[in-house]
């Protein structure tokens, strides 16, 4: 199993931007999507990015889709969530989180929380109007 350890969150002011670090150990990193999901008190947690670690494929949800990159240092085992033009309801606790794809070709990343295996600790970001 992948652990995940995130960092960078913090508050920002509307149309700012912050960038969210995670970073995996303990198992073998290529083979997984590694994504992030965000959670406001009485709400589903949402998937809002995703990475396949094999490739370097990307798939976004459609709220963050132009404002928000994720990408990785796979010689560090690491992803990162950079967060522009950040909106007031952009706020919410982040997690970083391992959904094991495989190999093939057409792996995909679910941002679905009921495929997630591993979950980070999470990481708070708040954006003020």
């Known amino acids: 199993q992948v652990q995940l350890v995130e960092s960078g969150g913090g508050s920002v002011e509307a149309g700012g931007s912050l960038r969210l670090s995670c970073a995996a150990s303990?198992?073998?990193?290529?083979?997984?999507?590694i994504g992030w999901f965000r959670q406001v008190p009485g709400k589903e947690r949402e998937g809002v990015a995703g990475?396949?670690?094999?490739?370097?494929?990307?798939f976004y949800a459609d709220s963050v889709k132009g404002r928000f990159t994720i990408s990785q240092d796979s010689a560090k085992a690491t992803v990162y969530l950079e967060m522009n033009s950040l909106k007031p309801e952009d706020t919410a606790m982040y997690y970083c989180?391992?959904?094991?794809?495989?190999?093939?070709?057409?792996?995909?990343?679910?941002?679905?929380?009921?495929?997630?295996?591993?979950w980070g600790q999470g990481t708070q970001v708040t954006v003020s109007s």
């Open positions: 303990g198992a073998f990193y290529s083979g997984n999507c």
């Open positions: 990475i396949i670690t094999r490739d370097g494929r990307t």
């Open positions: 989180a391992q959904e094991w794809v495989g190999f093939r070709s057409d792996t995909y990343c679910s941002l679905s929380p009921e495929r997630i295996a591993a």
